[in-house]
Structures are given as C-alpha cells and as structure tokens.
C-alpha cells in the first residue's frame, strides 16, 4: 500500500510540473518555471524513494532533495515579490 501511494504523490507531482511548465511557456514568468523545477524534484524523490531499497524515509538524502525543492518555491516568491 505505500508504495501505490508513494506512486500516487510522484504522478500527482509529475501533473503539477506538467501544468507549471506550460504555464511556464504561455508567459515566460519565472515563478512557473521554479515551480515546475520543484515538483519535478518532488516527483523524482518519490519515485525514487518507492523503487529503492531504504529502511526509512528519514535517510538523508531525501530530507536533502526536499529542502532543494523548498528552496526553489521560496526563491521563487521572494524573486516574484521582489519587483
């Protein structure tokens, strides 16, 4: 059952990157793309996490791969906000 979810979480990710990034194309705003880079960041973790053979989900690298896709949605406010 988690890994069905894990699944879940990564296509529901993946959908989320696909709409930021033709959002992304229609206006070239920046604020869509860092958001698309942080989904798909997301996506990948899950993906990952549900294929590989880790005891926890606490292992550092994911905790790692999440603060990156943290980091680049509050990059990409403050730099929304910031003009």
């Known amino acids: 059952m988690n890994t069905v979810m894990l699944g879940a979480i990564a296509m529901a990710s993946l959908i989320a990157a696909a709409f930021f ?3 992304w194309q229609q206006t070239r705003d920046p604020l869509f793309l860092f958001f698309c880079l942080a989904f798909g960041v997301e996506a990948v973790t ?3 996490l549900a294929t590989a053979e880790i005891t926890a989900e606490g292992e ?3 905790y790692l791969a999440r603060l990156v896709a943290f980091a680049l ?3 990409a406010v403050i730099y929304k906000n910031r003009s």
């Open 21 to 23: 990034l033709r959002f």
């Open 46 to 48: 899950r993906v990952f």
């Open 60 to 62: 550092p690298f994911f």
């Open 73 to 75: 949605i509050m990059g």
